[in-house]
């Protein structure tokens, strides 16, 4: 069941917006990555609005 799920997750390829400080930042999305989501992250306060509509 677990596999299935993860194959359907590599078919969709979501896009995950992450919030997460720069310590940890290359760690998560490359766990992201190897879970087959495509991650999109920002630090800059301006961008998160337009960030959080496409995500």
Same mark, same amino acid.
């Given at each position: 069941?677990?596999?299935?799920?993860?194959?359907?997750?590599?078919?969709?390829?979501?896009?995950?917006?992450?919030?997460?400080?720069?310590?940890?930042?290359?760690?998560?999305?490359?766990?992201?990555?190897?879970?087959?989501?495509?991650?999109?992250?920002? /630090?800059?306060?301006? /961008?998160?609005? /337009?960030?959080?509509?496409?995500?």
């Amino acid at each position: 069941m677990v596999q299935k799920r993860y194959e359907q997750i590599r078919q969709q390829s979501p896009l995950i917006h992450v919030v997460t400080n720069p310590v940890t930042i290359e760690k998560v999305a490359n766990t992201i990555l190897a879970a087959g989501g495509s991650p999109i992250m920002t /630090d800059r306060a301006p /961008d998160i609005a /337009d960030v959080c509509q496409v995500a």
